[in-house]
Every structure is written in structure tokens, then in C-alpha cells.
């Protein structure tokens, strides 16, 4: 029997929203499945926090610039969309942390901090004598009493490393990725293989080491030994131009802002608009932030202590240089600052060294980032403002005082959700609460399971599968 038509309503525009729309529509294009689909978005443009400047020869991304490989639903999207021959592997190279003043090399075989290779560890300067003796208490201490409980990354790693490794290495590199604050952010919901390991080979040193993936091959996209993460040639706002361009136009509504989402008696459901108007839909995606999201739903589904944190708002400002401006051009890629240094910025990529195709001969391309967890006041300042202070700051580390050609602030307003611990218990709460009073309703997107580009597929292709599925 052929299934019953259904209309899917996706709320929200970014990657999230996209992937469903673009995996909706090649099903039922290629399983000749009765499904449709409309994709509103309050802005007048797709693509969310993906955006990318192309000035003079440089590619310049003002939100996310890459992704890790090894998560491979967001290359499988790439390929589905044609563009596998865009993608590009970042140059490896020495990446360092600032910590007493100073640019240290990150010690060879620290995975995410955790040190794996015993020379290194014992000559870098980035630890005390005593730090590097408290750290290698992990190889005797014993499991931590409830190992399959949820903790804060912090208070996990301080136990088995030190404050020294938490302070100097480890938060300086998790906190580029999640913005947050490690005593808050959940282990279970960031890292979990760090518990993993704790729970099989007790030493994370010890563990890690078993788990080193073997000697680099060469790369897949590339002739050379292949850094762990992608990006597109022509920027990622590529992808999201291609898979516009593969999605039915009339199905696409932009400068639409969706404000309340009502279950009718038909069980199908009104999707209310701001200007007054309303859609149905059978089944929803909401692939806008749990922010938004929450407004749309009634109090029966939302779950209050879900993202009780408000999302960390940083800034990047991405500044050209001519390649004279660099007086000690250091050779790597980048580094991140202890939270514990009197600086602005948080992370700086060089980005001309990392992706060489971003940037024309002769030109430097460096990507600072403002905004912590516990101090946020800079991002709301003035671009002349956040300029003078990274100039500030890179005077002191790099030595460059040339003004850039040009420069790019973006400042992403509570953007890096935060996942504090018992994160997974809320988002299954609210799982349930979407399944048992708002059926055909699924959540997706950086909120819930992995803030990456990869996790953000990842999710919006799960509730196309679910959607796919209830119609069997
Ligand atoms: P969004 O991109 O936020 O899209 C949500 C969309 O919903 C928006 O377009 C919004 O306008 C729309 N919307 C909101 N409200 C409504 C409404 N009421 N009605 C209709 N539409 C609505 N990840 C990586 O993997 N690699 C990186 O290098 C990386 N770097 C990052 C750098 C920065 C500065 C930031 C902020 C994030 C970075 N991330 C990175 C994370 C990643 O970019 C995001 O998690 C991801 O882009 C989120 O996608 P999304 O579709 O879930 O949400």
C-alpha cells in the first residue's frame, strides 16, 4: 500500500535545516516516496553560521571554517552534492599554547591534553616539575568511584592530571571548541571516549596510548600526509549555495520567522508565522537553536533546566596582512591562550599556514577569537575596539604592529551552546516529552548531540530517517 502524503516543515536554515531538507528530498525523489517538504528561515539568507567573504584572493569564513574528517556525515553530504572534489585536508604543523607569557609547542602525542608519549612531555617548559609528577599520578590512580556517571571535564581531567594540565593545556583546547567552561561542560556529552577510557584501562595515559591511531597514510583529498580536518576549496558557504541550488525553490521560504508551533485535532500540526500567517505541516524539524525552539513549544514539552546556561557569545576577526607585517613568523598553525594570561584573544589560527589556499602569495591570513565562558563584554564592543586590543595582543606575541589591509569582526551572538552535566538525561527528556505530547516533532541541530558541522548532519539526517521510517 502506498504510504500517506506528508508534508515535513523544517524551521531554520543553517546546516541543520539544510541536510534535512537536501536528505528529504533525495528520498523521496529516489524512493519515489509521497513526502514534501518547506524550509522557512527568518533571514534573508541560508546557510546559518556557515558565511564566507571572498575579497582579493582570499577566502575568508566568519563562523565555522572546517570540519573533522573522521565524523563523516557532513563529506557524505559533500559528495551527495557533487563537491567531493572541492575538499581539502588542513596543512599539519606545530599548533602551541600561550601560558606565563609564552608560545609553547604543544607536546608531541598530547591528545586533547592528554599526554601519550613520555620524552616531550617530560622536556616541555609548559609544566612545573611538580605539575608533570602530579600528572603522572593517572598511572596509579585508581578508577573514580561511579565511572559511568556524568562530571564536569574539568573536575574529571584535575583528578587524573593536576590543575596544571587542566589550566595550561587541556582548557586552553577544549575551550575552542566549546567556548565554555570546563568545570561546567559535561564529559558524557563532549567527550565521552575520555570516560571510555577511564572505565577500560583506568590511566588515560596508559588507555590513550593503546588507542594512538596508527602512522598517517597518505591523505585521501591531497597527495600529502592528511591533516584531521576538511574544509572546501571555494569556502563552506559553497555547500550551502549547492545545496540551495538542489533543493525546489518553491519549498524554500526566506525572510519568514516562525513563532509558535499548535497541535490541532487532526493531529497534524500549525506552524504560525510573525507576520500572521500559518502552514501545516504533518511531521516538524526544529533546526533552529533550543532557544528558539522552546518559544515554539508549549510548557507541557519544553524542559526549563534544558541550556539553563545561556550560550557563550564570541567574536572572530579575520585580518590581511602583507607577509612583511610578520617579523617572527613563527612556523605552525595556530595556538590557544591559558584562560589564566591577561589577554583578549582566546585562539588564534594562521590561517595562510593552515589552509594555504585561503590566502594569495605574499599575503598573511590570521584569525583571531574573543569571548570566554566568564567574560564575554568584548564582543559587544566596537569593531575599532576588538581590533586595537588583538593588535594589542599580537604585538606582544608575534610582534606585529603593521595595521592589517582589512579586517572582518563577526560577532556570534550566544552561539556555543553549552552542554553542562546531566546534559544527555535533558535532551532525553525532552525527546520524550516531543514523543509523547508533540509526535512528529524532532529536534535537531548544535543544541542537542555535538556542536560540529558533522554532528549537525548528523542529527538532521536521524530525523529525516525517523520521518522516513513512521511512514512505513
Ligand atoms: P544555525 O547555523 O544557527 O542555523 C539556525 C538557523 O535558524 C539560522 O539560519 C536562523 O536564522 C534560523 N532561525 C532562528 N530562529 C528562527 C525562527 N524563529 N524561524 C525560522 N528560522 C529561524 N563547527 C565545526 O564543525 N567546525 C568549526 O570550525 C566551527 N567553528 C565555529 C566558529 C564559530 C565562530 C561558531 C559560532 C561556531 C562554530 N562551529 C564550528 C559550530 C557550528 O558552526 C554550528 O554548531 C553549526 O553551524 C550550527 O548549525 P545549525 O544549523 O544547527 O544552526
Not at 546534559?423 to 548531540?449: C, F, I, M, T
Amino acid at each position: 500500500m502506498m504510504p500517506q502524503r506528508k508534508h515535513v516543515v523544517i524551521i531554520g536554515g543553517g546546516i541543520t535545516g539544510l541536510t534535512a531538507a537536501f536528505y528529504l528530498h533525495k528520498e523521496a525523489k529516489e524512493k519515489n516516496l509521497p513526502i514534501t517538504y518547506t524550509l522557512i528561515e527568518a533571514s534573508d539568507r541560508l546557510g546559518g553560521k556557515i558565511k564566507t567573504i571572498h575579497r582579493d584572493g582570499f577566502v575568508i569564513e566568519r563562523g565555522p571554517d572546517s570540519y573533522l574528517g573522521r565524523k563523516q556525515s557532513l563529506t557524505k553530504l559533500i559528495e551527495e552534492a557533487g563537491l567531493a572534489g572541492q575538499l581539502v585536508s588542513n596543512e599539519t604543523g606545530q599548533a602551541y599554547v600561550m601560558s606565563g607569557g609564552k608560545l609553547h609547542p604543544i607536546p608531541e602525542g598530547a591528545v586533547m591534553g592528554v599526554p601519550t608519549k613520555v620524552g616531550p612531555f617530560i622536556k616541555t617548559k609548559l609544566f612545573s616539575k611538580a605539575g608533570k609528577a602530579r600528572a603522572a599520578m593517572d598511572l596509579v590512580l585508581p578508577r573514580r568511584d561511579g565511572a559511568d556517571q556524568d562530571i564536569s571535564v574539568g573536575h574529571f581531567f584535575r583528578r587524573r592530571l593536576g590543575d596544571q594540565v587542566v589550566e595550561n593545556l587541556i582548557e586552553p583546547l577544549l575551550s575552542g571548541i566549546y567556548a565554555g567552561d570546563i568545570d561546567r561542560l559535561s564529559l558524557q556529552s563532549t567527550f565521552p571516549q575520555f570516560q571510555d577510557v577511564e572505565r577500560k584501562s583506568r590511566s588515560l595515559i596508559l588507555g590513550m596510548k593503546q588507542n594512538i591511531p596508527k602512522p598517517e597514510r597518505p591523505g585521501t583529498y591531497g597527495k600529502k600526509k592528511q591533516g584531521q580536518f576538511l574544509t572546501l576549496s571555494s569556502g563552506l558557504e559553497s555547500l550551502v549555495e549547492r545545496l540551495e541550488e538542489l533543493l525546489e525553490e518553491k519549498s524554500i521560504w526566506k525572510n519568514k520567522k516562525v513563532s509558535g508551533i499548535h497541535r490541532e485535532d487532526t493531529g497534524r500540526y500549525r506552524v504560525e508565522l510573525e507576520d500572521g500567517t500559518n502552514t501545516h505541516g504533518d511531521s516538524v524539524i526544529l533546526a533552529s537553536p533550543y532557544s528558539v525552539a522552546k518559544q515554539l513549544l508549549p510548557e507541557t514539552v519544553r524542559v526549563e533546566e534544558f541550556h539553563s546556561t545561556p550560550s557563550t557569545s564570541v567574536a572572530t576577526i579575520a585580518m590581511a596582512f602583507p607577509a612583511s607585517a610578520l617579523k617572527n613568523d613563527i612556523n605552525g598553525t595556530g595556538f590557544v591562550i591559558s584562560r589564566q594570561e591577561p589577554t583578549t584573544i582566546t585562539a588564534c589560527t594562521w590561517t595562510h599556514r593552515k589552509w594555504p589556499h585561503t590566502t594569495p602569495g605574499g599575503k598573511v591570513l590570521l584569525r583571531c577569537y574573543v569571548g570566554r565562558a566568564n567574560n564575554q563584554d568584548i564582543v559587544f564592543e566596537s569593531d575599532e575596539t576588538i581590533l586595537k586590543a588583538v593588535m594589542n595582543d599580537l604585538n606582544k606575541i608575534m610582534d606585529i604592529t603593521t595595521e592589517p589591509e582589512f579586517y572582518y569582526v563577526s560577532r556570534w551572538i550566544q552561539s556555543m551552546p553549552q552542554y553542562e552535566v546531566n546534559h544527555k538525561q535533558r535532551w532525553q527528556k525532552l525527546q520524550d516529552n516531543l514523543s509523547a505530547y508533540y509526535p512528529g516533532v524532532y529536534a535537531a541541530g548544535a543544541s542537542y548531540e555535538g556542536v560540529g558541522l558533522p554532528d549537525c548532519a548528523a542529527s538532521a539526517q536521524k530525523a529525516v530517517n525517523h520521518i522516513i521510517e513512521s511512514m512505513r
